[in-house]
Structure formats: C-alpha cells, structure tokens
C-alpha cells in the first residue's frame, strides 16, 4: 500500500463531541476521561471532544453543555498520553469565535474543524487562518452537504484549501446519502484539491458504514466514526463496525481491534443510555433531508402539540432548515396545528 500521505488513513473519533447530541451534552468529567483513555490505549489517532456542535456552542438556543469548554478539553488532554492519540476541537463560526480557538490551543488541541453550510466556506477564513498561525492542524468540513452538487462541494473545498485547510471534506449531517451520491461527491472533491479528504456519516438510512466505505474507495483519507454509533438521531458511524470492516477490507488504521471493542463495550455501558436505534423519527429525518440533532425537539415539540413528527420532519425539509434554526421547530408546529 502507498505510504504517501494522501494514501493514509485515519479514523477521527467524534465519540465525545458528536456524541454528546444524544445525551443533550451532558458528558461529565469521569466519563470523558474514562472514554479518552480506553480510545487512546487502542490506538485511535484522534479524540474529539466538545459540546455537541463545538467549541462556545452552549447556549439555551441549542443546549447548556454540563461541562464549559475548557473543562472539557483539559480533561481529555490529560487523559491522553503523550506522544499517542492527538486531541480534536470542531467550531462553527459564529457559535464559537478566534478567543475560543486560542483557547482550546492553551488546552493542548492538536486539530480543529472548522465548520460551515457546504455554500458557505467564506466565513472560515478568518477561523483557518487562527488555526494556522496557532500551529493546530486546521481541517475545514461543509455542513449539510448533502444539499448541493458535488461540483459545488468540490469548489467549496478548493476555496477553503486556498483560505490554508489541510484537510477538507463533507458531512452528512442528515443521514440523507446513499453511496454512489457519495463516491460522486468524494471523487469530484479529490480530483479538487491536494489535501486529505474527510467524510462523517450518519445512519438515518442505515448506510452510514457503507457511504464510508464508499467515502474511501473514491479517495477519502479521514473518516469519521463514534463508538457505538454514539450521536444524534439515529447516530454517527459506528466506529468499532467501521474499523473491523476496513481491516477485512485491506484498509489498515493501526487501530487495536480488540482495544477499540473494549472502548466501546465501556462507551455503551458508561455514556449512553441506550445505543442509538433507527426508528420511525430517525428514518423520517434522514430522508428529509433535516439535521439529525433536532430529533429530540421534534419529537418534545411534536408530542406537546398533538402533531404527527413525521409531518414535522418533512416540512422542515421542505424549508430546508439548518443547525441554528431550531427555533423553527416550533414555529412549523404551531403552522401544522392550525392547519389540523
């Protein structure tokens, strides 16, 4: 196998960042910790930890995170040895600022994700320049990709190269693709840029594994994964299925199987109620088209008002709604019960 650069692989654990969605970001300090050292001992390359959707995210708009920020990170950092898993931030412009990136530098992160709608790469380069002279690694991932082309995603990603990305790529915030949408889309991104190339799942159509694989075989070198599917809706990759099914591929991640299985039997019995499940709500997101955290929403606001949540799900769609806009979870409620 090529050893350049572009040819490796590396599996990104979003478990105690994306994670956090499913348990409405209320990971506390032995949990986190516990969690970074399993992962770490298994040799994952990357932790990522935060709130739910990033760095000065917590807020009543989108939910209070048990933990601040650096609470957070400092934990992780001293969870992971030296010299072994490196540790990750994601950020949204606009939730989380240039004060919170120096910040989680002073913690010791080692990666950011700097996030954005997948039209919107312009309001990352002032975030990926901090990172930069920060000395972080500064990844750039398209929110929500799944609403334009994959010419548009693949100048997106051009643009955030030239605005100093060293990796870019696409998130399926909505479990809305099926593999080839995904190889179509991959394949024109690679052929884009000359950096890494990222792709994170979801499993609202339950093919979250299978777009990743895919992800890879059209070029994709960072993937994203969480233990157990741990996140929103009806979850992330699974990254224990993900890693076990690139190693009997031919794909090597320098993960310890067996470690990384431990890490996850204690995800399942330490962090999470339940593993995420793929139910009726779930399903209805994903083929919507709509983010999977506003799941809990919909179903709470939903459920108060006596209005189906699959009609939710679908006009919400309709509007394209996104991350931000949960205020019009209610707002579609109140429009569909008038109409009742």
């Not at 990971?27 to 516990?34: E, F, G, I, K, S």
């Not at 400092?74 to 600022?97: D, H, K, N, Q, Y």
């Not at 470690?259 to 019995?269: N, P, V």
């Amino acid at each position: 196998m090529d050893s350049s650069p572009l040819s490796q692989l590396t599996v990104h654990d979003a478990t105690l960042r994306d994670g956090q969605h499913a348990v409405q970001h209320q990971l506390d300090v032995p949990q986190l910790r516990a969690y970074a050292v399993a992962a770490s001992a298994a040799g994952v390359p990357v932790v990522e930890v935060g709130h739910g959707n990033g760095l000065g995210a917590s807020s009543r708009q989108i939910g209070y995170a048990r933990l601040d920020d650096v609470t957070m990170l400092e934990t992780v950092r001293e969870a992971l040895p030296a010299g072994a898993s490196r540790m990750g931030v994601f950020m949204v412009p606009g939730w989380g600022t240039g004060a919170d990136l120096r910040q989680a530098a002073s913690c010791g992160a080692d990666v950011v994700r700097i996030a954005a709608h997948c039209t919107e790469t312009n309001v990352m380069r002032r975030h990926l320049g901090i990172a930069r002279e920060l000395d972080l690694e500064a990844q750039a991932v398209l929110l929500m990709s799944h609403m334009t082309g994959a010419e548009r995603l693949a100048e997106e990603c051009r643009r955030a190269v030239e605005y100093g990305a060293q990796a870019v790529g696409i998130m399926d915030s909505a479990g809305h693709y099926l593999p080839a949408e995904v190889t179509e889309r991959i394949n024109a991104i690679v052929t884009a840029v000359d950096v890494p190339v990222i792709f994170h799942g979801h499993n609202n159509l339950s093919m979250a594994v299978a777009n990743s694989i895919a992800a890879v075989e059209a070029g994709a070198r960072v993937i994203d994964a969480c233990a157990r599917g741990f996140g929103a809706g009806a979850g992330n990759t699974s990254l224990e299925v993900l890693v076990a099914v690139l190693h009997r591929s031919g794909h090597g991640t320098d993960i310890d199987l067996p470690g990384l299985l431990r890490a996850a039997d204690l995800a399942h019995a330490r962090l999470m109620d339940r593993p995420p499940v793929l139910d009726s709500a779930s399903l209805a997101s994903g083929l919507a088209g709509v983010f999977s955290g506003f799941k809990l929403q919909v179903l709470a606001a939903a459920g108060a008002a006596g209005v189906d949540p699959l009609e939710v799900f679908a006009e919400l769609g309709r509007r394209q709604v996104v991350a931000g806009q949960e205020d019009l979870i209610d707002e579609v409620v109140r429009s569909l019960k008038a109409a009742s």
